[in-house]
């Protein structure tokens, strides 16, 4: 921002760092033509067709969590690596759940700090079928596009990384750092029996330095990339439970203190609570980069999200903008769930409702929890919360090996296109790797419009097949500079 001369500097960087520049800067650790040469040993036609196959396959395995089902999806994962002369492991972590891990080694002893893992996640969300024009389950392709649950979240992600190791083996790349694949479950549930259970019971099989998850974008407008988004920090999640407390009574003759009455206006005051607006470096460093490619008219205003004079109305502008904005510009609640009564002659002595608090990193929920309190005032609510992961994971480096090979392999893939770091307004399993000082970076590598994209949780959620074929050639670009013998 104009106020901050040293962001300006990182965002040249960051938009500047064109293979020309980047080539003579590193020409001692890794040559364009060493690229082109493991790129050119792979053949992309082959391996899209099978990758589609692949993908159709996964997304035709029922894994809504709940219940999960992802040890049959871990199988079938196995299965297609073993064929390529990939040793696979599956491990249950629940009945019907599981992991799988996979490996291609650099050399005879591994070195975890050097290692890469790839990661996605074999759950996907609730899909209610009535309101699909397909089965969800059925890996429909209609006009150019795969239809399925888990198109985009996240099993395109996870075949897209299967399909790398596949091109890797096939093309017999001679590696440098070790090549690891997880295949967790649970995402969608919160990780317990997905990564918190591959981290606990297997982490000295799946330790790395650098790791690949989702998280980030490849967002499309008008036709064209418009900016590669990587996911190097996000916010902590809270659940939170909402208690109204009041009378039973036969449905004809009400009282005073209905519980469902109560948690209803509790729910409503909670819904006006205004948060306050807070910046992050790597949010501040997002909407940087981001004024030079969104439209001038919204643009000027993320130019003055840190302005002593204009920051404030700024940040209004920018935050009614967007509802992703919004959320990474301050803690947000969301209720998700009601819960009261099961008779309709009968009202209920207590009412629940359950909150989706997403936590800026710093933030407490406790403070927060203090301030509802106040803005509810009725001592009939109470509120009781559950942070999944405990506290704020810190933000990766933009600095890094990999998060400069991503750079790198952007300018060869999508020219003058800028790689901008961003903080994802919701959790995803990577937090649980930062934890462990791993350089963790979000990446769809799938070229995709906001109207695709936000389809992931919703009807008809699909990918177009021109974008999942390119995004499985981005995210091989990026791996193979990443790990190849130089």
Do not use: C
């Not at 009939?380 to 990999?402: K, Y």
């Amino acid at each position: 921002m104009r106020y901050r001369w040293s962001l300006h500097l990182a965002l040249l960087f960051v938009l500047l760092a064109a293979p020309g520049v980047w080539a003579q800067t590193q020409s001692s650790q890794q040559s364009p033509g060493n690229q082109l040469q493991s790129s050119a040993s792979v053949d992309f036609s082959k391996l899209d067709v099978d990758a589609l196959g692949w993908l159709q396959g996964l997304i035709r395995i029922n894994t809504t969590n709940p219940p999960g089902n992802e040890l049959a999806a871990a199988k079938y994962l196995a299965g297609i690596l073993q064929k390529e002369g990939i040793p696979a492991e599956v491990d249950q972590s629940a009945p019907g759940r599981g992991i799988l891990i996979a490996r291609l080694s650099a050399n005879p002893f591994p070195n975890p700090t050097t290692a890469l893992l790839l990661m996605g996640h074999l759950d996907v969300a609730p899909a209610d079928k009535s309101k699909w024009s397909v089965d969800p389950f059925g890996a429909v392709i209609q006009n150019g596009y795969l239809y399925g649950r888990g198109a985009i979240d996240d099993k395109s992600m996870l075949i897209a990384n299967v399909a790398v190791l596949v091109a890797l083996k096939r093309a017999n790349v001679s590696l440098d750092r070790d090549v690891i694949l997880l295949a967790e479950g649970d995402e969608e549930g919160g990780g317990g029996a997905g990564m918190r259970f591959a981290v606990d019971n297997y982490w000295q099989k799946i330790a790395a330095g650098f790791a690949l998850n989702e998280g980030g974008s490849v967002t499309l407008k008008n036709g064209k990339v418009q900016y590669v988004g990587v996911q190097a920090a996000e916010k902590v999640p809270a659940k939170v439970t909402v208690t109204a407390t009041g009378t039973a009574s036969p449905g004809g003759v009400p009282t005073p203190n209905n519980a469902i009455t109560s948690l209803a206006t509790a729910i409503a005051k909670i819904a006006a609570y205004k948060m306050q607006f807070r910046l992050t470096p790597v949010t501040e460093s997002y909407f940087e980069a981001l004024s030079q490619v969104e439209d001038p008219n919204i643009g000027k205003w993320m130019n003055q999200l840190d302005s002593p004079v204009r920051g404030d109305l700024a940040k209004e502008k920018v935050a009614a903008a967007n509802p992703v904005w919004n959320a990474m510009l301050r803690d947000t609640i969301v209720p998700t769930k009601l819960q009261a009564g099961t008779q309709y002659t009968e009202a209920p002595p207590q009412a629940q409702a359950t909150l989706d608090i997403g936590l800026l990193p710093g933030d407490s929920v406790d403070p927060l929890l203090l301030n509802l309190k106040q803005a509810v005032n009725d001592p009939s609510i109470s509120f009781s919360a559950n942070v999944s992961i405990g506290e704020a994971a810190p933000s990766s480096s933009l600095d890094g090996a990999l998060f400069k090979a991503i750079q790198q392999a952007t300018q060869q893939e999508f020219p003058d296109v800028p790689v901008i770091p961003m903080m994802s307004p919701e959790a995803t399993d990577s937090a649980y790797l930062r934890l462990r000082n791993v350089q963790t970076y979000g990446l769809l590598p799938f070229p995709l419009t906001e109207q695709d994209a936000a389809r992931a949780h919703d009807a008809n959620e699909r990918i177009p097949l021109d974008s999942f074929n390119k995004g499985v050639e981005y995210l091989y670009r990026i791996v193979s500079s990443f790990i190849a013998a130089k």
